[in-house]
């Protein structure tokens, strides 16, 4: 079955940088558009990243363009999002979707992995 696993969050200090993994299993990555949402404490879920199949192009909210780039593994069915220059307000649980094109209304999306918490304080 499709299945979706995070990895890769932590604490992190203001400025420093992570990267995160979405390990895929049961489809192939590159069929599909994959997503990175994240949600904080009583905010919406909001979309950060998407890389579409056809192309490999990439979309970013405002929020995070210049400081977080997506990408993805064939070989390994892996996607990434590596975050710099973080600040606290990037704090929140990041998702990985998956959907057949790039939308940037969660609800469109139809595998969503369990999350990985980021966090960003001194």
């Known amino acids: 079955q499709v299945q979706l696993v995070e990895s890769g969050g932590g604490l992190v200090q203001p400025g420093g940088s992570l990267r995160l993994s979405c390990a895929a299993s049961?489809?192939?990555?590159?069929?599909?558009?994959i997503g990175w949402f994240r949600q904080a404490p009583g905010k919406e879920r909001e979309g950060v990243s998407c890389?579409?199949?056809?192309?490999?192009?990439?979309y970013y909210a405002d929020s995070v363009k210049g400081r977080f780039t997506i990408s993805r593994d064939n070989a390994k069915n892996t996607l990434y999002l590596r975050m710099s220059s973080l600040k606290p307000e990037d704090t929140a649980v990041y998702y990985c979707a998956v959907a057949g094109k790039c939308y940037s209304d969660y609800l469109m999306y139809d595998y969503w992995g369990q999350g990985t918490q980021v966090t960003v304080s001194s």
């Open positions: 049961g489809f192939t990555l590159d069929d599909y558009a």
């Open positions: 890389i579409r199949s056809s192309d490999g192009s990439t």
